[in-house]
Nanobody, 113 residues
Framework: QVHLVESGGGSVQAGGSLLLSCKTSPYIDSRCGVGWHRQTPAKERESVAI?????STHYSDAVRDRFVIERRRNMVYLAMFNLTIEDTAVYYCAGDCPWKKYWGAGTQVSVSS
């Protein structure tokens, strides 16, 4: 069963912006945190931005002040600004629930110089 569906990835030049969207299933409710993670072939998957179940937001040092995460009803958004080549990765939406962690299939973001 699919619980998270990402969209909005693509190719952009350095300095540009992208908006990622994630639609969540009813299984991922207010008791769950949500977030965006990313992975490249050379690195392990890393957390980029999360909203915990207490609604606090947390960003990695690499994206703080450039990315914004927002949760509205059954959608989770990641607005990405001033993108750099280092932001190139597959971005995954995640739902972190007390009973299970859910992952989307991922969406590719490619930033070129």
């Amino acid at each position: 069963q699919v619980h998270l569906v990402e969209s909005g990835g693509g190719s952009v030049q350095a300095g540009g912006s992208l908006l990622l969207s994630c639609k969540t299933s009813p299984y991922i409710d207010s008791r769950c945190g949500v977030g965006w993670h990313r992975q490249t072939p050379a690195k392990e998957r890393e957390s980029v931005a999360i909203i915990k179940d207490d609604r606090s937001t947390h960003y990695s040092d690499a994206v703080r002040d450039r990315f914004v995460i927002e949760r509205r009803r059954n959608m989770v958004y990641l607005a990405m600004f001033n993108l750099t080549i280092e932001d190139t990765a597959v971005y995954y939406c995640a739902g972190d629930c007390p009973w299970k962690k859910y992952w989307g299939a991922g969406t590719q973001v490619s930033v070129s110089s």
